[in-house]
């Protein structure tokens, strides 16, 4: 027997309502959905202490800072020297980077295989090499084999045997990979652009066949006797040690050592001249599928008081992904995998430089826009508040990370040692960047750099680039590869 249709109804709607809602119950209410759009509000900032130093001299004189950190059993030893590229003589370009790097090739009696089956058995790692302004030995070991290490790091230092074998090898090498960067156009713009910055001296000094065939195990001993020396040197040490650990240790075996010979004299590099007006400068290279760009300036010294609202201003330009040079060419444009922009530190005053690859037909568009960007950001379109926030935020928050690796802290007290940045170099930076307001970013960006008074520097095909470079009324001016102006 069939139900009626009416007697159905009731059942059929009991059946097809939610399995938690009884019949006739009022609707819930809409979840409260508005804190998705909501950004929440930044955590307030952790505390961090910098890890202080500890600092003593050994009887001869030598200064050695420590920084403890025992979270694992490792020890870093860093002797600095104030010597580095600057000291090289006229004609030997390389000689310092040279003699640094054959320390680990042979010392004590040692030849460099038995110097790194040694390393292996204490589980250390010895290297050596010279920057611009600096040299440097360095040692990482366990602490439980701290004593054969730093025995090892003191032959090395004090006791190098210079095998002419090994420097044969590494004269060839040294000449291989040069004549193999003359190749990368990214190698020769940096030429181009070191030697038309700093001139012929400091950094304007560029290696050559000719400087590598002519340095020789004399004139590295020589090198050596005069730079390597206690009373121009530094020790850092890091990591899971004490300086009432560590001072014996090293006065052992550094406590006697004195300089070979006299220190030789060297006359202070040069602060060049800012030029008359931005140029740019060609090193043609027919057909290249891309160009590489690199335009810059000099800037105050980073000790100058406006230095951390340039580096904020500079970094909301060109310092970062984000930034708006960037974003501009790279995501906006599809010219380039990336630009950047930053300053670089030595003993004369920063240097900022703004660099990328662009794809070759892009090359007068990309100069031209890098120029009226920057000439944009000190017009119409300054740092916005925004912007500062922004990348300081990003500063500080990822500054305390930076000190997870002990070779940061001793990098850092080895520049305070070397430049004489002051006791507060490290600890104030954070307040530093905090004090910088926009209107201080803005005036230190305007100030400094000038879109009228830039080098530019670029290695591509002539026919993509000198269309607009010319409409603009740019000058050009035509270099070899090693920066000298073709007549």
């Known amino acids: ?49 910098v890890p202080a130093a500890s600092t003593g001299t050994l009887s001869n004189g030598l200064k050695v800072v420590v920084v403890e950190n025992h979270e694992a059993p490792l020890v870093y030893v860093d002797l600095v020297i104030d010597a580095g590229s600057w000291t090289d003589p006229d004609g030997l370009t390389g000689l310092a980077s040279a003699t640094m790097d054959m320390l680990d090739e042979g010392a004590g009696g040692k030849d460099a295989a038995a110097l790194a089956v040694a390393q292996r058995r204490l589980g250390a790692h010895i290297s050596a090499g010279a920057g611009t302004d600096t040299g440097r030995v360095r040692l990482s070991t366990l602490h439980r084999t701290l004593e054969g290490s730093l025995d090892l790091f003191a032959e090395v230092v004090r006791s190098p045997d210079f095998p002419e074998a090994s420097w044969e090898i590494l004269q060839k090498k040294r000449i291989a990979d040069l004549k193999a960067s003359l190749d990368d156009p ?62 014996p240790a090293l006065e052992a075996r550094f406590g006697d050592w004195e300089a070979a010979a006299p220190a030789p004299e060297h006359a202070a590099p040069a602060q060049p001249a800012a030029p008359a007006a931005t140029t740019v400068y060609l090193h043609a290279r027919e057909d290249a599928p891309q160009s590489v760009i690199i335009m810059g300036a000099f800037v105050d010294a980073r000790t100058a008081p406006e230095r951390p609202a340039l580096s ?26 990336g630009a950047r922009s930053g300053i670089s530190d030595s003993q004369l005053d920063g240097l900022w430089r703004a660099s990328t690859s662009v794809m070759a037909t892009a090359s007068d568009d990309a100069v031209l826009r890098m120029l009226d960007m920057l000439a944009a950001s000190q017009g119409d379109a300054p740092i916005t508040d925004d912007e500062l926030a922004y990348v300081r ?19 850092e007290h080895a520049d305070i040692w070397r430049y004489g940045l002051g006791e507060d170099w490290i600890t104030g930076y954070p307040d530093r960047l905090r004090a910088v307001t926009v209107d201080a970013a803005n005036a230190a960006w305007t100030s400094q750099i000038s879109p009228s008074a830039l080098r530019i520097v670029v290695v591509g095909d002539p026919d993509e680039l000198l269309p607009g470079i010319e409409e603009r009324g740019l000058p050009v001016v035509m270099v070899d590869g090693d920066g000298q102006i073709i007549e």
């Open 1 to 49: 027997m069939m139900l009626p249709t009416t007697a159905l109804a009731p059942a059929l709607a009991l059946l097809l309502a939610p399995a938690h809602a009884a019949p006739d119950a009022p609707a819930e209410a809409a979840p409260d959905t508005s804190w998705r759009s909501t950004r929440p509000a930044p955590l307030a900032p952790r505390p961090f202490q």
């Open 186 to 247: 990214s190698a020769v713009a940096g030429r181009i652009w070191a030697h038309l910055s700093y001139g012929d001296q400091y950094k304007g000094r560029l290696s050559s066949t000719a400087a590598y065939e002519a340095i020789d195990i004399p004139a590295m001993k020589d090198w050596a006797a005069g730079h390597l020396r206690p009373d121009h040197a530094i020790l850092l040490v890091g990591g899971d040690t004490t300086l009432a650990e560590i001072q």
């Open 393 to 411: 935020t990003g500063l500080l928050g990822s500054w305390p990370l930076a000190f997870e690796r002990p070779g940061k802290l001793l990098s």
């Open 312 to 337: 904020l201003a500079n970094r909301a330009w060109g310092g970062q992904f984000s930034a708006r040079l960037n974003m501009n060419l790279r995501e906006e444009e599809g010219w380039t995998y």
